[in-house]
């Protein structure tokens, strides 16, 4: 009895000493490219975002402005081209922090739909932009995985999953920590919220704006979880004109007519 319990002890020791490995690992990440202090101070942010699918039945594009208020990550968005809804003329998205919304011209939506890719937009392009900062958040589970060598480049790699109430959808991502300059340089997701389990390929080249590294040229393309290439096209995001600090009044992030 004492053995089995001797062995317990040493199965949670172990668990506890590798959480807290991978949260070192992180904290080093987030402090190399300007510490999370440095960016939640700057307080809002703006840039000029475009998103493209590869061409074909499904192609997607998107073209516009995005803001965030960091408290209460609020975000908001006016596009000019925005292929997934199929709309034609400007549109706007918001998010609260509860609540997201969308208007077509001026006219507020009440397509469940639209609304739903609208909350998914908000939350989704806000995480992304402030992802690295939020990966030892409350609720978020971190696990040192096996080394990799990727590129001739030696890398630290950690799964993050996410509690059960956490974000809308609990989506799996691994992280590359590169060992030399502790940045991480690329990572594994899924995208539970459109029925997507299998994971992408995110690679990126990072811009440094204020003293922050920022991931602003990045592309995806689908892979398998060692991150061995199996898509045949990427889709592509940049994040142009970032400006911090800029000034934000609350009310343009709720619903329009309330």
Not at 190 to 213: A, C, H, Q, R, S
Request: proline content about 2%; overall charge neutral; glycine content about 10%.
């Amino acid at each position: 009895m004492k053995k089995v319990i001797f062995t317990l002890a040493v199965v949670i020791a172990s668990t506890i000493a590798t959480a807290q490995t991978a949260k070192e690992i992180i904290a080093q990440s987030i402090e190399a490219i300007g510490g999370s202090q440095n960016f939640y101070n700057k307080g809002s942010v703006t840039y000029d975002y475009e998103y493209r699918a590869p061409k074909g039945e499904n192609a997607i594009t998107l073209v516009g402005k995005e803001t965030y208020l960091f408290d209460g990550e609020r975000s908001y968005a006016t596009y000019s081209t925005h292929t997934l809804t199929g709309a034609n003329g400007k549109v706007v998205e918001g998010y609260n922090g509860t609540d997201a919304w969308v208007t077509f011209d001026g006219k507020v939506s009440n397509d469940e739909q639209a609304n739903g890719v609208a909350r998914f937009l908000r939350k989704t392009n806000y995480y992304w932009f402030a992802m690295f900062y939020k990966l030892l958040d409350e609720g978020v589970n971190q696990e040192l995985l096996a080394d990799q060598k990727v590129n001739g480049k030696d890398y630290k790699r950690i799964k993050i999953t996410f509690g059960d109430h956490v974000g809308d959808g609990q989506d799996t991502y691994i992280i590359y920590v590169n060992k030399k300059t502790k940045l991480i340089e690329q990572f594994l997701f899924t995208v539970v919220g459109f029925g997507i389990t299998d994971p992408f390929l995110m690679t990126f080249d990072y811009e440094t704006v204020d003293g922050i590294k920022i991931p602003t040229k990045r592309k995806y393309i689908e892979s398998d979880w060692e991150g061995n290439v199996i898509g045949k096209k990427y889709y592509i995001t940049n994040w142009k004109n970032i400006t911090f600090g800029v000034h934000v009044d609350k009310t343009m992030f709720e619903k329009p007519g309330k």
